[in-house]
């Protein structure tokens, strides 16, 4: 069983950028697909970023596509999401997800398709 927590939130001004770290134990990290999801008050919690196993596919949210990426270091045991020209829409709390698959190229944007979760890291944009 995997455990995550994540790191990284805080309070940025809108077209600024925040770096948020999701670090992974109790498992073997590289057998698990990793997504990023975030919650706004009010809101349900929605698909922001995934990414495979090994990195090589990733999937994004049509509202963060092309500002924000995901990358893993699976010899870190950790996955980043790398956010950039934060809008106030951005403002939520992000979570990371595991999700124990045996195909090596899957992204699933499904948030019921995650076995493991952590317990958000807060991200606020003011304007």
């Known amino acids: 069983q995997v455990q995550l927590v994540e790191a990284g939130g805080g309070l940025v001004q809108v077209g600024g950028s925040l770096r948020l770290s999701c670090a992974a134990s109790?498992?073997?990290?590289?057998?698990?697909?990793i997504g990023w999801f975030r919650q706004a008050p009010g809101k349900e919690r929605e698909f922001v970023a995934a990414i495979s196993r090994s990195g090589g596919a990733t999937s994004y949210a049509p509202s963060v596509k092309g500002r924000f990426t995901i990358s893993r270091d699976n010899a870190k045991n950790a996955v980043y999401l790398q956010m950039n020209s934060l809008e106030t829409a951005d403002t939520a709390l992000y979570y990371c997800?595991?999700?124990?698959?045996?195909?090596?190229?899957?992204?699933?944007?499904?948030?019921?398709?995650?076995?493991?979760w952590g317990q958000g890291t807060q991200v606020t944009v003011s304007s």
């Open positions: 997800a595991a999700r124990s698959t045996a195909y090596g190229s899957a992204v699933s944007t499904r948030q019921n398709n995650y076995n493991y």
């Open positions: 109790g498992g073997t990290f590289s057998l698990y697909q």
